[in-house]
Nanobody, 123 residues
Framework: QVHLVESGGGLVQAGGSLKLSCAASGRTFTIYSMGWFRQTPGKEREFVAT????????IYEDSVKGRFTISRDNARNTVYLQMNGLKPEDTAVYYC????????????????WGQGTQVTVSS
């Protein structure tokens, strides 16, 4: 079992930046990929970005390419999401997730989830 704790959410004006962190503990040696998802009320959880734990190779959802950067610190078992050029439509609860599969990007492929952190972008 992998335990995940997110931090770093908050309120920011459009065009601003936030950096989310996700600390993993427990059976971290089983992790192949880490990902970020987001969810707004009444909608399904949406893929944002994923990173392969060992190689650092990344995949992004099209709407965040060029604005968001996912990275990881293996020594700290932590994954980050640097969000620049934030837009009101980025407002959501952001979730960190861990997968036993490489390049996982479907929510169904992720086994462990954090509690979520709210990101609100004002116009």
């Amino acid at each position: 079992q992998v335990h995940l704790v997110e931090s770093g959410g908050g309120l920011v004006q459009a065009g601003g930046s936030l950096k989310l962190s996700c600390a993993a503990s427990g059976r971290t040696f089983t992790i192949y990929s880490m990902g970020w998802f987001r969810q707004t009320p009444g909608k399904e959880r949406e893929f944002v970005a994923t990173i392969r734990w060992n190689s650092g190779i990344t995949i992004y959802e099209d709407s965040v390419k060029g604005r968001f950067t996912i990275s990881r610190d293996n020594a700290r078992n932590t994954v980050y999401l640097q969000m620049n050029g934030l837009k009101p439509e980025d407002t959501a609860v952001y979730y960190c997730a861990a997968s036993l599969k490489p390049f996982a990007r479907s929510a169904a492929d992720f086994n462990s989830w954090g509690q979520g952190t709210q990101v609100t972008v004002s116009s």
